[in-house]
């Protein structure tokens, strides 16, 4: 059963019915092993950062700012926060000093607390520069502080202001007046297109959220969590206050690069994750296939024949696998496919909610064909998460984002625009009325900026309204729909596709450099350095070719003629991507103006 109340009073609840079970871990990198923490220790942090709050002297509905990596410290203040009725904002763990800087005036942040030595270094020297900031708070007693410090503490100081009852009364005040419409968190956007806007999320909208995702999704108190994003992202951040409420464990991989590790050790039943995860396991997979003997091949691709016939022809469509074809998939799956997802550590699967962009088919398919439950989904930080998920057991169509969540209302403008209403969808953006009244028209239609287009209750995706290109030729290019088709290549990196107002489509693509290296020395092709093999003649036939096969269904007016291969990532630190990943296709043209431009000279 989920537990579904105010979140001031969740954890507390959860630890009167699950006492010592564990609720929290995390990997201790020191002793090289995950320390495990229970409800009622999660119970106690909770309210003694409560009472630490009221310590301090912050108010009902006050902003604080997290900025940190995924620590089991995050939940100590998100919920000790709601207890108090403290607004929580978090920054994403990888945000510049000028984005936090711009957060901390707009949100009017007094009181902030770190994750680790990079957070720090770039928040403290905007106290000089901030009207508001007055305290900082510093997870990782390891940080080393700089000699001017004046301002901050470690966490454990500030446990220690909240283990004084004095405030007990003035905690427990604050509980009995929560209400719904209190606000829990403003999540800032990850400003593809400008300037972020503090999307404000109450407690009423995580509340119908979760009581929404809840009757869809097959989880139970035995579901074992792993925190894959940063749970600044409203994906993660949703979706791991569903698996409290459920009494599900969480395990928080602190270091995103350590994912794979985290898999292997811990096990995972569920995980979000966006496409990319999803892109680079494909890659990995068919890496490793492709070093493999030639019968041990011939098994692989035997099996993802069957698996495809399988899942994707019957399954996929609700229909029963003949008799003999499902004793041919149960094989192979006991000799491949479960050894396959053993060594992701994935062999107690339940479920993978996957949204953020779009996916690629291919890919998409590919998961399926493995037996993993892949939820393709659909959602914004201003509809707390999900509009739209496939569902488990019930037909599924590869390349839709899933059937429309109860409580969310969705209409498909002239302009084929997803326009969205219901409890879950936000009313407004912190201070900017301007920009509110442009995304809510006067019904209380929230526009999303996303095309897309309903078979049904179903929902699928066709590209970002500002992003849709049209080619001097007149054709309309949806650019993300040709770059999730090129990704899957294991040579391409990054792509970015150009197109708008030129005659025919390009791309400015990242190969994988160590990939394109091995090829050139096994075909001897000489090269001094990146840039060099980025130039040469026969690498870029090569890739060609690779991209050619890519985009044999598409029209020939959405086909990439050329294409210029970068010799360095495109960066959030150049600005050229967003914290959640997300290309900034405007920089990203600014930046490469004159290759653009040497694409389309003749």
């Not at 009852?165 to 209190?182: C, G, I, S």
């Not at 479920?351 to 399926?368: C, D, L, M, Q, R």
């Not at 064909?369 to 590869?398: F, H, K, W």
């Not at 967003?578 to 103006?593: A, P, S």
């Amino acid at each position: 059963m989920i537990t579904i109340c105010h979140f001031s009073h969740l954890v507390q609840e959860q630890a009167k019915k699950y006492g010592e079970r564990t609720a929290l871990s995390y990997r201790d990198y020191e002793k090289g092993r995950w320390i495990p923490i229970s409800w009622n220790l999660f119970a106690d942090k909770v309210s003694v950062v409560s009472n630490a709050f009221v310590a301090l002297g912050v108010k009902v509905q006050e902003n604080v700012a997290v900025f940190s990596q995924n620590m089991p410290e995050d939940f100590f203040v998100d919920f000790g926060a709601y207890g108090v009725r403290v607004v929580t904002i978090p920054f994403y763990p990888t945000s510049s000093s000028s984005q936090v800087k711009y957060m901390v005036d707009d949100a009017n942040i007094k009181i902030i607390f770190i994750g680790e030595q990079r957070q720090y270094d770039i928040a403290f020297p905007i106290f000089a520069l901030s009207g508001s900031l007055e305290r900082m708070v510093i997870f990782d007693r390891k940080v080393v502080k700089h000699p001017s410090d004046k301002v901050s503490m470690y966490f454990d100081d500030f446990l220690d202001l909240g283990k004084d009852k004095k405030n007990q009364e003035e905690v427990h005040r604050r509980m009995v007046l929560a209400t719904p419409e209190d606000t829990a968190n403003i999540l800032y956007t990850s400003g593809t297109t400008g300037l972020s806007k503090g999307v404000v999320v109450t407690h009423d909208m995580y509340l119908h959220a979760l009581r929404e995702n809840d009757n869809v999704l097959p989880l139970s108190d035995n579901d074992v969590f792993l925190t894959m994003l940063p749970l600044t992202h409203i994906f993660e951040r949703a979706w791991s206050y569903l698996g409290l409420a459920k009494g599900c464990r969480l395990a928080i991989n602190l270091h995103p690069a350590d994912v794979l590790q985290s898999m292997k050790e811990v096990h995972p039943t569920c995980m979000s994750a966006v496409p990319r995860f999803w892109e680079k396991v494909y890659e990995n997979v068919h890496e490793r296939v492709a070093n493999l003997p030639a019968l041990q091949q011939a098994l692989f691709h035997k099996a993802m024949k069957v698996g495809r016939i399988y899942q994707i022809d019957y399954v996929s469509k609700g229909l029963t696998p003949p008799l003999w074809l499902k004793m041919k998939y149960r094989i192979l799956e006991s000799t491949v496919i479960d050894l396959l997802k053993k060594n992701m550590g994935l062999e107690r699967a339940n479920f993978f909610p996957t949204a953020g962009a779009t996916i690629s088919k291919e890919v998409e398919a590919f998961v399926h064909i493995c037996n993993i439950n892949m939820v393709t989904g659909y959602g914004l930080t201003e509809s707390t998460a999900t509009v739209s998920c496939d569902r488990i057991g019930q037909p599924y169509t590869i390349g839709s984002v899933g059937r429309i969540l109860g409580g969310v209302e969705v209409k498909i403008s002239p302009e084929n625009e997803i326009l969205l209403r219901g409890e879950t969808i936000m009313t407004e953006y912190y201070h900017k009325p301007k920009e509110t009244h442009e995304a809510i028209d006067d019904e209380g239609w929230f526009h999303t900026g996303d095309a897309g287009y309903l078979v049904g209750n179903e929902l699928f995706l066709s590209d970002r309204i500002k992003d849709l290109y049209k080619t001097s030729n007149g054709k309309y290019i949806a650019p993300q729909q040709i770059e999730s088709k090129l990704i899957v290549d294991k040579y391409i990196d990054q792509i970015v596709v150009v197109a708008d107002r030129f005659k025919f489509v390009s791309a400015l693509i990242v190969p994988s450099y160590t990939l394109l290296e091995e090829y050139a020395k096994t075909h001897d092709i000489e090269y001094t350095d990146v840039v060099s093999l980025c130039q040469n003649v026969q690498v870029n036939k090569f890739l060609m070719e690779r991209i050619a096969t890519l985009q044999q269904d598409l029209a020939h007016y959405e086909q990439v003629k050329r294409f210029c291969l970068i010799p360095q990532p495109f960066s959030i630190e150049r600005n050229e991507m967003t914290n959640t990943l997300k290309m900034k296709r405007k920089v990203i043209f600014e930046h490469y103006q004159n290759e653009i431009e040497a694409m389309y000279k003749d």
